[in-house]
């Protein structure tokens, strides 16, 4: 098991639809959870950050944690073909020997189409 | 400045060539990161400093890659005796120390011919 794995998609949306992107992860003492969005060549850029479970809210962009089942996923309504990126999960690992030290999924894709 | 920048833009070395890379972080951030991403990968964590101390250098592939931050500042990310395999985009963050969010820098594609 990859220590955090996501779909590759792509994920597929109508413009205006919401699109659920879900990353699980394998460390059960994880704290830190990250979602970047990457357009092509381009550099990761952050979105959101969330610490605890539950959701966390910012604009069009929603965050939910569920430490139990080792789950966290982003929800992006009123997508709009610009949300068109892929979208990273990156998790704190601290059995990795460094709290600070992130491990990243892969990327789900996501396409919004006009 | 206003963001993490990072220079050259791009790189093109012949193979066994030496590169330096380097970073500037966000003024008054203490903590620095190195990732390597390769096309179509999560990047991979290379190296961390908090100020000037290295406090993991984990993930550096091979002792052919060496970084350093000798000031807490800008941090230099040198590979020798460049490979094939080291063309990637390496990506610099840099994060206040008090919480986890990291900003990104723009990358150095580096392509090893």
């Known amino acids: 098991q990859k220590e955090v794995e996501q779909n590759s998609g792509p994920l597929s949306v109508p413009e205006g639809a919401i699109a659920s992107l879900n990353c699980t992860y394998s460390?059960?003492?994880?704290?830190?959870f990250f979602w970047y969005r990457q357009y092509s060549g381009k550099s990761p850029e952050l979105i959101m950050s969330?610490?605890s479970n539950g959701d966390k809210e910012d604009g069009r962009f929603t965050a939910q944690l569920n430490k139990a089942s080792q789950y966290v996923s982003l929800l992006i309504r009123d997508s709009q073909p610009s949300d068109s990126a892929t979208y990273l999960c990156a998790v704190n690992m601290p059995r990795a020997g460094n709290n600070r030290k992130l491990i990243w999924g892969l990327g789900t894709s996501l396409a919004v189409n006009p | 400045g206003a963001g993490v920048s990072q220079s050259p833009r791009y790189k093109v070395a012949k193979r066994g060539q030496d590169v330096a890379l380097r970073c500037d972080p966000i003024?008054?951030?203490?903590?620095l990161f190195w990732y390597q991403q390769a096309l179509g990968q999560g990047p991979e964590f290379l190296t961390y400093?908090?100020?000037?101390?290295?406090?993991?250098k984990s993930g550096l592939p091979s002792d052919r890659f060496f970084a350093e931050r000798p000031e807490g500042s800008v941090s230099t990310l040198k590979i020798q005796r460049t490979q094939q395999e080291d063309s990637a985009v390496y990506l610099c963050a840099s994060s206040l120390v008090t919480r986890g969010d990291a900003f990104f820098g723009p990358g150095t594609r580096l392509t090893v011919l």
């Open positions: 460390d059960r003492v994880s704290q830190s």
């Open positions: 969330i610490y």
């Open positions: 003024s008054g951030h203490v903590s």
């Open positions: 400093f908090q100020n000037e101390a290295q406090l993991d």
